[in-house]
């Protein structure tokens, strides 16, 4: 089976290493795997590390050009010897800005289409997609609530749940180990200013005047969140670093003792799932549409976005590191059980399986 992954620019810069995961599963199963990523990746610089060189696409350009600019990633992932029809069996689109040039695709190929619908704002698009190409389309939720907001809207034949997997630390390092620095990294969209900013306050009430934490957040959260203005005024700069560019160096993040997720927009990230699955204690906002969010099990939750709470809530960790050991244990021990990234890469080949069989599509 051959299979083109197609990202747009935002999705290829905050889950790379999803991507990578992807190829190198898919490959390990015996899929021919190509990609297409958009020339330029928002806030990343980093190449990808696959196994064939991707195809680099012009991701700008006015709507009656994309037939054309399909049409060159087409010819480049073929080849010119071959013929662009039937050229792949599976086309499969990582990130809303791409869905237009993924059913283009589709189209010059002859073949099906897969959505990633990785969050909970997709869901009605996917829809109206389904009812314009309800015969080649599906639908791939990375858990199950988006799976069963699908299946409301109406294309639940056409879904498929495909669990987003980890990487599992085969061993991990002492959380808050004494006799030396503890590091704490904010994680965040910067969509939510408020839930940053709570979240950020409550951070800094739980070190007080302790000299041994270090902050570290990424570009949104400092710039979009507010929390680089925010430190300033609370006088806390000295305490905060910011990491530009954090997917690249999400070796980083994963050697940190406890990770701050304030965002509950129903969307899913692979670095929450890294925390977890390397034994970071996570203190993050409840968030109903992400399953893996269980409360002192592979998480604390916090139920409003105050940055009382909040502080509480860090508080409980970064102030009894026994119980922030026992919550990373806890949470490796279930993404290992759950959320493996070689078992995300068997449910895609069974979903593309499902898509491209004689008639499977035409009896939906």
């Keep these: 089976m051959r299979v083109?992954?197609?990202?747009?620019?935002?999705?290829?810069?905050?889950?790379?290493?999803?991507?990578?995961?992807?190829?190198?599963g898919l490959v390990a199963e015996?899929?021919?795997?190509?990609?297409?990523?958009?020339?330029?990746?928002?806030?990343?610089?980093?190449?990808?590390t696959l196994a064939r060189q991707p195809v680099v696409y012009n991701d700008r350009g006015l709507a009656f050009t994309r037939r054309i600019r399909a049409a060159q990633i087409a010819r480049q992932v073929v080849g010119d010897s071959k013929s662009v029809q039937d050229?792949?069996?599976?086309?499969?689109?990582?990130?809303?800005?791409?869905?237009?040039?993924?059913r283009e695709l589709g189209d010059l190929f002859g073949c099906p289409v897969a959505y990633e619908v990785w969050r909970e704002g997709m869901v009605e698009r996917a829809a109206r997609v389904y009812l314009r190409n309800p015969?080649?389309?599906?639908?791939f939720a990375p858990d199950t609530p988006i799976e069963q907001s699908l299946i409301g809207s109406g294309v639940g034949s056409a879904t498929r749940l495909t669990h987003w997997g980890a990487s599992?630390?085969?061993?991990?390092?002492?959380?808050?180990?004494?006799?030396r620095d503890h590091t704490v990294v904010l994680v965040s969209s910067g969509r939510d200013r408020d839930r940053c900013i709570a979240a950020f306050e409550g951070l800094v009430s739980a070190i007080g005047s302790r000299e041994d934490v270090l902050i570290f957040v990424n570009t949104?959260?400092?710039?979009q969140g507010g929390i680089w203005k925010r430190a300033k005024q609370?006088?806390?700069?000295?305490?905060?670093?910011?990491?530009?560019?954090?997917?690249?160096?999400?070796?980083?993040?994963?050697?940190?003792?406890?990770?701050?997720?304030?965002?509950?927009?129903?969307?899913?990230?692979?670095?929450?799932?890294?925390?977890?699955?390397?034994?970071?204690?996570?203190?993050?906002?409840?968030?109903?549409?992400?399953?893996v969010l269980i409360n002192h099990e592979t998480a604390l939750l916090v139920e409003s976005a105050?940055?009382?709470?909040?502080?509480?809530?860090?508080?409980?960790?970064?102030?009894?590191?026994?119980?922030?050991?026992?919550?990373?244990?806890?949470?490796?021990?279930?993404?290992?059980?759950?959320?493996?990234?070689?078992?995300?890469?068997?449910?895609?080949?069974?979903?593309?399986?499902?898509?491209?069989?004689?008639?499977?599509?035409?009896?939906?």
């Design 234 to 291: 609370l006088g806390v700069l000295e305490k905060l670093t910011v990491v530009q560019q954090m997917e690249d160096r999400r070796d980083l993040v994963l050697r940190c003792d406890l990770m701050v997720y304030p965002d509950q927009r129903h969307e899913h990230r692979t670095i929450l799932l890294d925390a977890m699955g390397h034994g970071l204690g996570v203190i993050a906002a409840h968030d109903d549409q992400v399953s």
């Design 135 to 139: 015969n080649d389309s599906g639908f």
């Design 30 to 48: 015996g899929i021919d795997v190509h990609c297409a990523l958009p020339a330029h990746r928002q806030g990343s610089g980093t190449p990808f």
């Design 87 to 102: 050229g792949m069996d599976m086309v499969h689109v990582f990130g809303g800005s791409a869905w237009g040039m993924g």
């Design 306 to 364: 105050t940055s009382e709470q909040w502080g509480q809530r860090i508080s409980e960790l970064l102030d009894n590191p026994d119980d922030a050991r026992r919550l990373g244990r806890s949470a490796r021990l279930y993404i290992q059980q759950h959320r493996r990234t070689g078992v995300h890469a068997v449910s895609l080949v069974d979903a593309y399986s499902w898509m491209t069989e004689s008639g499977s599509l035409a009896v939906r």
């Design 4 to 24: 083109l992954l197609l990202a747009d620019r935002v999705f290829a810069a905050h889950e790379r290493v999803l991507i990578e995961r992807i190829a190198v």
């Design 220 to 223: 949104q959260a400092a710039e």
């Design 168 to 179: 599992v630390a085969q061993s991990t390092g002492e959380l808050l180990a004494q006799g």
